[in-house]
């Protein structure tokens, strides 16, 4: 079985720009979730899809979006980029979300932000 | 809220000698699970062990052993005669039950393994 595989994996973006990451989970998983890692912040949760719905979100600004397709795939999109958004965005996907699912993780895709 | 801390932000030992890391979390909880991963230099965070709250024995695979202790709400990970191989960032996590997938990480420990 593919695992959890994330598009693009690196990306310069200035300033100002909009970016849109993509993952894709593994064939059969209805729940994605994204998360942020930073040097300063650590890993910290951004939200979770589940069946086309976000089922939660991390404290986070506006600027920080997603949505999830049919399919299970699902897209983050970061508008206005900041500096701070600089930054290895991780997805992880699992059967149902929750309880006693394990969540597996895609490569990551690293934000640089100039 | 919950919260998950790390205290050591770096270890560093010598091929096979025995190491512990270190996990304490934070929940009101009283349905919750906790989660070990490894963080290899490629960035992928690879699962080792899932843990809930009503199950306190602890573990054993290879190497690895998990010691949880509900008294001190402690989580710890030993790594028993260490490899060059076991040299990357370990990471703590706690998941509530009515919180989906909602992770809280602890903010790892970067293990260095020398020959």
């Known amino acids: 079985k593919a695992g959890v595989t994330q598009t693009p994996r690196y990306l310069i973006k200035t300033r100002g720009q909009q970016v849109t990451l993509s993952c894709s989970p593994i064939?059969?998983?209805?729940?994605v979730s994204w998360y942020q890692q930073t040097p300063g912040q650590g890993l910290q949760f951004l939200f979770e899809?589940?069946?086309?719905?976000?089922?939660n979100k991390g404290n986070f600004p506006g600027r920080f979006s997603g949505r999830q397709f049919s399919n299970s795939r699902s897209e983050m999109n970061v508008s206005t980029l900041e500096l701070g958004d600089s930054a290895l965005y991780l997805c992880?996907?699992?059967?149902?979300?929750?309880?006693?699912?394990?969540?597996?993780f895609g490569p990551g895709t690293r934000l640089t932000v100039l | 809220a919950q919260k998950v801390t790390q205290a050591q932000t770096e270890i560093s030992v010598v091929e096979k000698e025995d190491v512990t890391l270190d996990c304490v979390y934070e929940?009101?909880?009283?349905?919750?699970?906790l989660f070990w991963y490894k963080q290899p230099p490629s960035g992928e965070l690879v699962f080792l062990i899932r843990?809930?709250?009503?199950?306190?024995q602890n573990e054993i695979s290879g190497r690895y052993s998990w010691n949880f202790q509900k008294s001190t709400s402690s989580f710890n990970f030993t790594i028993t005669a260490s490899q060059v191989v076991d040299s990357a960032v370990y990471f703590c996590?706690?998941?509530?039950?009515?919180?989906?997938?909602?992770?809280?990480f602890g903010g790892g420990t970067r293990l260095m393994v020398k020959p």
């Open positions: 992880a996907s699992s059967l149902l979300g929750g309880g006693r699912d394990e969540q597996f």
């Open positions: 064939s059969g998983h209805r729940s």
């Open positions: 899809y589940f069946s086309e719905t976000q089922r």
């Open positions: 929940t009101r909880d009283t349905t919750y699970y």
């Open positions: 843990r809930n709250s009503f199950d306190e």
């Open positions: 996590a706690l998941r509530i039950n009515n919180a989906g997938n909602m992770l809280t």
